[in-house]
């Protein structure tokens, strides 16, 4: 992990969704850093949420369990921080594709809800907001960069979309100061490993500890940029305090791409246990998948300062090892 020095050590800092993947990952560097650290979560069954995943500073983090949706609690809680981590919202893209109003209710109006909030109560806070390369839907041309067109294929993503262009306009217009990330393909400890509607690697993963069978759909040679939590954390942080970055949407992602059937390969071996075999797409994911992907990462590299570290072996080393070691915490009865 990078070295922030005293940069963090005395900021407040709140994190919306911070009981979960990416949250909890999060919120574990920021206390390491120094920072006076608030999560907000509802706690919502089926999510990520999870108490173990704050288990390493569960004694020097204040959890608030409640849902950012709820305006009184909001308009409490960004009172006094120095930065909103906002990463609360629903990201089940199968369920978006029948029911569509989970993801509008959260991640629109909880987004709405939550700048207001910090117009009228934190203004001088920055905010930090992580979206999803799904935003881009299918690329017209590789690496995508952040000029790309916007063609989202699920409401999923549409609705990340619209939460980047409110967070947007609160900055141009109200001068609240945010910082837009575009993460691609995270994996790494303290996911949500109770069903496979989520990350793929997450899961694949899952499959691999329990010596099972990993299906890869199609060929297996489309390509993503899959990245390691550890180096998205780092990119996350560094945009917090890089003043440049301040109004700017950036992808987080690997420029070096890596096939779907490598990366289970790759999988297998480090994990030493687990098969593979080709399935035909589910009629969900074929719906909504945007082929080939990876991100052009020249604009966060030039600004920030930041690219990630971590090998696909490494990471995938590193994951395997966290879920044979906390397996109890994350395994259930609905995969």
Known sequence: MHDFGTKFVGKRALITGGMGFTGSNLAISLVNAGADVTIVD????????????IEPIKDRVTVNYSDVRDVNVMNHLVQGQDYIFHLAGQVDHVLSLTNPFPDIDMNIKGTAIVMEAVKQHAP????IYTGTRGQYGSAVSLPVNEEAPTHPRGIY?????????IIQVYNDVHGIEAVLLRLTNIYGPRAQMKHHRYGIVNW????????????VFGDGQILRDFLYMDDAIEAIMMCALEPRAVGEIFNVGIDKPTS????????????????WEFAPFSAERKAQEPGNFYSDITKIRTIVGWEPRTTLEDGLRDTVEYYREHKHHYWGNDA
């Open 157 to 165: 993503e549409i609705t990340n979309l619209t939460a980047e262009k």
């Open 204 to 215: 694949f993963v899952r499959l691999a500890v329990d010596d099972d069978t990993i299906k």
């Open 124 to 127: 001088n806070a920055k905010v």
């Open 260 to 275: 779907i059937l490598e990366m289970v390969k790759v999988l297998l071996d480090v994990a030493g246990t687990g098969r």
């Open 42 to 53: 509802a706690m919502i069954p089926g999510y990520a949420g999870n108490l173990f995943n």
